[in-house]
């Protein structure tokens, strides 16, 4: 992976789709040069390679080119989930604000599989101080307005899905202006697109990736400047 990271190698896929048909321990510890030369070093690659062009878009935001860092664990955590699948079938990254790594700030979201990218920008979930300051924010009509042209902004530039709207009734104690009370049964805000899977096996793609999170970002900015 010496050569500038432009695209992931056939071995990313291979890996994924590999570990997606037998996801078991005896096949990983049978195929770690394959986990190495698939998810590990491409996966370092991307993060050095897109990290400072990120910096272009959100000043402060954190790449970092390790696993646990950028790069999540191949390994799922199934002390509490019915499915005790060891593995993910997919390479996640993100890249996140603030002091501390953890999914309560905004940040780039990429995620790759053997059949699909999905990427985009923003919490996808509220922890409850937050969901009390998005929903106030919401409701004051100048943030209130700002996010609206956020929101404009990044549906101008494309089909992009905006969520994560949980809800099926507004909250007690809050009323927003009509344009924007929709907004009120979110409890996260994302903006994200899927893409098939060979984007990311094609030359370009870290451009092609830059160009989505660049256009989704105003989302994010919105979040980092209100919450």
């Known amino acids: 992976m010496s050569a ?12 994924l789709a590999g570990i997606a048909a037998h996801n078991e321990k005896a096949w990983f510890d049978g195929n770690r040069a394959l986990y190495e030369a698939g998810y590990v070093e491409p996966g ?14 959100s000043p402060g935001v954190h790449a970092e080119p390790r696993i646990n860092g950028s790069i999540m664990r191949v390994n799922r955590d199934v002390r509490f989930s019915k499915d005790k699948r060891p593995y993910k079938a997919h390479l996640d990254f993100w890249f996140w604000h603030g002091e501390k790594k ?24 509220f922890d409850k101080d937050m969901l009390e300051s998005f929903r106030h924010a919401i409701v004051l009509p100048r ?12 549906e101008a530039a494309g089909a992009y899905d905006i969520g994560e ?15 924007r ?12 697109v899927k893409l098939p899977a060979e984007v990311a096996f094609a030359p370009g793609f870290v451009e092609l990736a830059l160009s989505h999170f660049k256009a989704t970002w105003p989302v994010g900015a919105w979040l980092l400047a209100e919450l």
């Open 44 to 57: 370092k690659a991307f993060v050095a390679a897109i990290g400072p062009r990120l910096a272009e878009i």
């Open 143 to 154: 943030s209130g307005k700002a996010l609206q042209a956020a929101i404009a902004a990044v």
């Open 102 to 125: 953890g999914w309560s700030s905004p940040g780039f979201y990429l995620r790759v599989t053997a059949d699909e990218v999905f990427m985009g920008v923003g919490i996808h979930q």
């Open 4 to 15: 500038a990271f432009d695209r992931f190698p056939d071995a990313t896929r291979q890996f």
């Open 181 to 192: 009370a929709e907004f009120l049964l979110f409890e996260g805000l994302t903006a994200t």
């Open 165 to 179: 709207k949980t809800r099926k009734r507004p909250p007690n104690g809050f009323a927003a202006d009509p344009d």
